[in-house]
């Protein structure tokens, strides 16, 4: 079992709905989350990040934090064609050596 | 800041040959991470750098891999002998220590090396 799992994908949504985008980890002990989002071909770059429960809302995205749950969330409000990427979530690990552990990412598809 | 900087961007080579990867971190950034990315196992971490210092390598995946920071400015990251299976984007990162005291927690990617081995 990966640390960090998300679904592949693809996601479709038409343009102005929302996208709900999810991820779950399996260490008890991360305490901070990341989303990051890759363009075809590009590096990833970072949108947004989370350390308490509830939610953090930033212009158009909201991430979600569930730490019983091990969940993690980021929604998409008013998607554009431009949001169509793939959306990589990683947990900040305290086991071992401190670092990031990516998911796979999921691929969202945005259509006009 | 112009950003990190990683070359090539693009490297084809033979299965054996040696290959060499190079990374300029972001100026100041104390944390310097090499990534592998895959279509099949995503993006893996291979080793960090602290202060130039090797932190955990336990993402290398052989001792085929090696890398180095001799500066504060400067990483590589060599494959010898390269094979098929290292065809891969490798990408580096930097940060400076998260504000909670975690390290390399907002992580600045570079534009990656597409490494074909054929």
């Known amino acids: 079992q990966k640390e960090v799992e998300q679904n592949s994908g693809p996601l479709s949504v038409p343009e102005g709905a929302i996208a709900s985008l999810n991820c779950t980890y399996s260490?008890?002990?991360?305490?901070?989350f990341f989303w990051y989002r890759q363009y075809s071909g590009k590096s990833p770059e970072l949108i947004m990040f989370?350390?308490?429960?509830g939610d953090k809302e930033d212009g158009r995205f909201t991430a979600q934090l569930n730490k019983a749950s091990q969940y993690v969330s980021l929604l998409i409000r008013d998607s554009q064609p431009s949001d169509s990427a793939t959306y990589l979530c990683a947990g900040f690990t305290n086991t071992g050596f401190q670092k990031l552990v990516f998911g796979t990412g999921t691929r969202l598809l945005v259509s006009p | 800041d112009a950003g990190v900087i990683q070359s090539p961007r693009h490297e084809v080579t033979e299965m054996g040959q040696e290959v060499t990867l190079r990374c300029k971190p972001i100026s100041g950034h104390d944390y310097l991470f090499w990534y592998r990315q895959t279509m099949m196992r995503g993006l893996e971490l291979l080793i960090y750098f602290n202060n130039n210092v090797p932190i955990d390598d336990s993402g290398m995946p052989e001792d085929r891999f090696s890398a180095k920071m001799p500066n504060a400015s400067f990483s590589t990251l060599k494959i010898q002998p390269s094979e098929p299976r290292d065809s891969a984007v490798y990408f580096c990162?930097?940060?400076?220590?998260?504000?909670?005291?975690?390290?390399?927690?907002?992580?600045?990617f570079g534009p990656g090396t597409r490494l074909l081995v054929l």
């Open positions: 989370i350390y308490s429960n």
């Open positions: 990162a930097s940060s400076l220590m998260g504000g909670r005291g975690m390290p390399g927690e907002t992580q600045y």
């Open positions: 260490d008890r002990g991360s305490q901070s």
